[in-house]
C-alpha cells in the first residue's frame, strides 16, 4: 500500500539536482542516499536536493541526510536543499542540518550559489 | 662490529625509522578523518606496507547485534563475511592482548570459535589475529594473511601489529563516543522538535486554518514525529454520524471502504480511547496493518475525529512496535489538533453563514424589486399594499400592471418558504409580466402561467393565486381564484362576499381551465386581498389570529380610508402576536371604492 519516493535525477556541469517526490522516510531515504553515492562515483560533489514534492519526513529519513551530508563534507562538496514546505525547514533548523547543509529559496538561487563557490 | 653485523643493524634502523614513521602517519590519519571506514581503509593500507602483506581486514564489533563486521578490507574476496559473537566470547578475545596465530588460539573458547568458522577465516586469508580492546571490551579485530613472499612475522612487526591495534582501539572507541553523542543529541534536537510541533499546534488553535489543510499539517507532524509509514485523519460527519477520511500518508484518501467497515473504529468515537496494535491479525484489522496506533481528536466540544497511523519503520528497515511513549505523544497530539480542528470547523461554519447570509441579502433585494415600486393613483379608489416576508425572503408576492386603462391586481402564496419560495415568485413575475403584454383574457392567461409554473417547478411546488382586472371608469372587476383563500368584498353597508370563481392552484396540474367571475363595484365597497400569514399569525400561546378576527376587524373599519383599514389590520396582528416570531409571509392588499 505505500508509495515509493520518485527520484529525478538532473544532472548540471557543477551540481547535480534530485527532485524527490514523496515521503522521505527509510526506504525514501536510502534511494535518495543510493543516487547521491552513485553521482560521488562518477566525480559530482555538490548537489541539490529539490523537496518541492515532498511534505513528509521522518526522523529516519532526516538521519540517513545527515549521512549524506556527512560522505559530502568528507570529499569537501556540499549538500544544498531547496523547495522545503516551513514543515520541513523548521525540522531541519532544530534537527542541525542546516548547520551543514545549505537551505535555499528556489533551484536558481541554490545554483547561482554553487556555481561561485566552484568557479 | 663486522661488517655483517653492521649491515644488519643500518637495515634495522631505516626499518624502524620506517615503522615509526609509519606509526606516526597511521596516527595522523585516524585523528583527522570525521568518518572511520575511510580512516580504516587508510589505516589498514599503511599496516600492509610497513609489515608487507597483501590480505588484510580491519573489523569491528556491533555490541548492539552482536556481530563482528568488516570495517575495511584488501584481497579479501567476499565483503560480507560475519562473525556472531556471544557476551562469553567476546569476554575471551577482550583477554587477549597479543597477535596470535589463528591455528594457535590463546584460550578454549577462542579454539572453538576458530574451528567452528573455519572456513571463513580461510576466505579472509587469516594467519594472524589481533583483537582490538579497550577498557571497556572487545572492539574488533585485525586480521593479517601471512607475509609477502612467505616471509615469518619478526617480533618486530608483531610489536609494530600490537602498537598499531592499541591506536586503531582508541580511534575506534573515540568514533563511538562521538557516534553516541551524536545520536543522543539527535535524540535531544527530536524532543525539542516534539515540544516545537506541539507548540505550533497550540497557536494554531488560535489561527485560523481551512480544515482540510490543517488536517493534512496536522497528519505531517504526527507521521513525522512517530515514524509510521502510514497515517490517516479521519473526520466526524456530524450530519451523516459517519467517519470521513480528511487527510492521507501513503494511504489513498478518497477510499472510505476500509473506515465504515470497521466498527472499532467508531467505537473510539464513543469511547474516546487510544486503541494500539502490535501483533494483530492483518485480515481483520483496517487497511490491512499488524501495527496500528489510532488516538481519537478530542475537541472540547467533542470528539472531532481520529488520527491513525502504521507500520512503525526502523533505520534497519524492520517494523517496530508502537510504544507507550508513542500512545502519550499521539494523545497529546491529539487533543491539540482536536482544538484546532473545531476552531477551523467553527469558523468554516460562521464563514458559510456570513456567505449565505450575504447571498439572502443580495436575493432580499432582488425579490423587493419584484414589487410594484409604487401603488398605482386610480382615480376613484384608494389603494394600500404590502408584503412582509418572515425570513429574508419569501413566498409571497403581489403586482399591479396598468393596460388598456385597466389595471391587473394579482397576489400570491407560493407553497413552502425561504429559497426555493423566492426562486418561483421570480418565475410567476417574469410569467405574468410577459403574459400581460398579450391581449389575453384572464382564465387563458392564468391557465398559461399555471402552465409555465407547472413546468418550472417541483412537483410538491404550487402557488395559489387570485388575478383580477379592475376597469375604473365602470367601476367593474373580473377576477379568476387559483386555489387562493377568498378575497373579501364588503359592502359599506357591511355585507362580505367572497371571490371564489376560478380553479386549481397554478402549477399542480399541466393543463388547467379557470373560469371568471364579474362584479360591479359601488361607492364605499373594499376589496381585501390576502395570503394566510394575515389570518394564521400566532401569539406567544399558538393561538390563532382567525378569519373571524379579520372579518370583524374589517366591519369594524369599513368607513375608513384604505390606508387607514390595511393599518389597523397590521397594528392589530402586531398587537396580538406580542413577542411570538412571524412564522409565515405576510400579505395585505385594501382597495376601496371613493364615497
Not at chain 1, 532544530?94 to 545549505?102: R, S
Not at chain 2, 552482536?66 to 584488501?74: C, E, G
Not at chain 2, 567476546?90 to 583477554?95: G, L, N, P, R, V
Request: overall charge negative; hydrophobic content about 40%.
Amino acid at each position: 500500500m505505500t508509495q515509493e519516493l520518485k527520484v529525478a535525477v538532473k544532472k548540471e556541469p557543477n551540481y547535480a539536482v534530485l527532485r524527490t517526490d514523496g515521503y522521505i522516510n527509510n526506504p525514501g531515504g536510502e534511494k535518495v542516499a543510493r543516487e547521491c553515492y552513485k553521482l560521488m562515483e562518477d566525480g559530482y560533489k555538490h548537489f541539490v536536493l529539490d523537496f518541492s514534492k515532498s511534505k513528509v519526513i521522518n526522523s529516519i529519513g532526516i538521519s540517513i541526510l545527515i549521512e549524506i551530508i556527512e560522505k559530502v563534507l568528507e570529499i569537501d562538496g556540499s549538500l544544498n536543499f531547496t523547495g522545503l514546505t516551513s514543515t520541513i525547514a523548521k525540522t531541519f533548523k532544530i534537527m542541525g542540518l542546516t548547520q551543514y547543509a545549505n537551505v535555499y529559496d528556489s533551484l536558481s538561487d541554490a545554483a547561482t550559489a554553487i556555481d561561485s563557490r566552484v568557479e | 662490529m663486522s661488517k655483517d653485523d653492521y649491515s644488519a643493524a643500518v637495515i634495522l634502523k631505516e626499518k624502524l625509522l620506517y615503522s615509526i614513521r609509519s606509526l606516526t602517519e597511521i596516527g595522523e590519519e585516524l585523528s583527522a578523518a570525521e568518518q572511520f571506514e575511510s580512516s580504516s581503509r587508510a589505516v589498514l593500507h599503511l599496516l600492509m606496507g610497513t609489515i608487507v602483506i597483501s590480505k588484510a581486514a580491519i573489523m569491528v564489533f556491533d555490541e548492539d547485534a552482536n556481530k563482528l563486521r568488516i570495517s575495511a578490507s584488501r584481497g579479501i574476496e567476499d565483503q560480507e563475511i560475519t562473525f556472531r559473537i556471544s557476551r562469553k566470547l567476546a569476554a575471551a578475545f577482550h583477554s587477549v592482548k597479543e597477535p596470535f596465530p589463528v591455528t594457535e588460539p590463546p584460550n578454549g573458547r577462542l579454539r572453538e570459535f576458530f574451528e567452528e568458522h573455519k572456513q571463513d577465516i580461510e576466505k579472509l586469508h587469516s594467519h594472524l589475529w589481533v583483537p582490538l580492546n579497550v577498557k571497556g571490551g572487545f572492539i574488533g579485530a585485525i586480521s593479517v594473511s601471512k607475509k609477502f613472499m612467505g616471509g615469518e612475522y619478526e617480533e618486530v612487526d608483531l610489536e609494530l601489529l600490537s602498537i598499531i591495534a592499541q591506536q586503531l582501539s582508541i580511534a575506534i572507541n573515540t568514533y563511538r563516543l562521538i557516534r553516541n553523542l551524536k545520536a543522543a543529541n539527535f535524540q535531544l534536537n527530536r524532543k525539542l522538535l516534539e515540544l516545537e510541533i506541539l507548540y505550533d499546534l497550540g497557536i494554531a488553535i488560535g489561527t485560523l486554518m481551512e480544515v482540510g489543510e490543517l488536517s493534512e499539517q496536522i497528519l505531517i507532524n504526527a507521521v513525522g514525529l512517530t515514524d509510521a509509514s502510514t497515517g490517516m485523519l479521519a473526520l466526524k460527519d456530524e450530519k451523516e454520524n459517519r467517519l470521513v477520511m480528511a487527510a492521507g500518508i501513503n494511504m489513498p484518501v478518497d477510499d472510505l471502504s476500509e473506515i465504515e467497515g470497521h466498527e472499532e473504529l467508531h467505537g473510539l468515537l464513543e469511547t474516546g480511547e487510544p486503541w494500539l496494535e502490535n501483533n494483530a491479525d492483518p485480515g481483520t484489522m483496517p487497511f490491512g496493518f499488524s501495527k496500528l496506533l489510532i488516538v481519537p481528536l478530542q475537541g472540547q466540544h467533542g470528539i472531532q475525529g481520529l488520527i491513525g497511523l502504521a507500520d512503525k519503520e526502523s533505520r534497519s528497515g524492520e517494523l517496530l512496535d508502537f510504544t507507550e511513549e508513542d500512545q502519550r505523544l499521539l494523545s497529546n497530539f491529539g487533543s491539540q489538533a482536536g482544538v484546532s480542528i473545531e476552531n477551523a470547523k467553527f469558523y468554516a461554519e460562521s464563514v458559510e453563514k456570513e456567505r449565505l447570509e450575504r447571498e439572502l441579502q443580495v436575493a432580499a433585494s432582488i425579490q423587493r424589486n419584484l414589487l410594484p415600486d409604487s401603488l398605482p393613483e386610480i382615480s376613484g379608489f384608494q389603494m394600500a399594499a404590502t408584503t412582509l416576508p418572515s425570513r429574508a425572503v419569501g413566498g409571497d408576492h403581489y403586482d399591479f400592471i396598468r393596460r388598456d386603462g385597466e389595471y391587473l391586481i394579482a397576489i400570491a402564496d407560493v407553497s413552502g418558504k425561504g429559497i426555493p419560495a423566492a426562486l418561483l415568485v421570480s418565475t410567476l413575475h417574469a410569467t405574468f409580466h410577459a403574459l400581460a403584454e398579450g391581449e389575453w383574457q384572464l382564465p387563458e392567461m392564468v391557465s398559461k402561467i399555471s402552465r409555465s409554473i407547472y413546468a418550472s417547478s417541483l412537483s410538491n411546488k404550487f402557488i395559489t393565486f387570485v388575478l383580477v382586472r379592475l376597469n375604473p371608469e365602470q367601476k367593474t372587476f373580473h377576477s379568476v381564484n387559483a386555489g387562493h383563500n377568498y378575497p373579501l368584498l364588503i359592502s359599506k353597508e357591511g355585507e362580505i362576499s367572497t371571490l371564489c370563481k376560478g380553479g386549481m392552484a397554478l402549477g399542480l396540474l399541466p393543463g388547467c381551465e379557470y373560469q371568471e367571475e364579474e362584479i360591479s363595484l359601488s361607492p364605499g365597497d373594499i376589496l381585501v386581498f390576502y395570503t394566510d400569514g394575515v389570518t394564521e399569525s400566532f401569539d406567544l400561546e399558538e393561538e390563532e389570529f382567525s378569519e373571524e378576527r379579520f372579518r370583524n376587524l374589517l366591519l369594524e373599519n369599513r368607513h375608513r380610508s384604505a390606508q387607514e383599514i390595511f393599518d389597523a389590520v397590521l397594528e392589530d396582528i402586531k398587537v396580538f402576536v406580542g413577542e411570538a416570531p412571524q412564522h409565515d409571509d405576510l400579505t395585505l392588499i385594501v382597495i376601496k371604492v371613493a364615497e
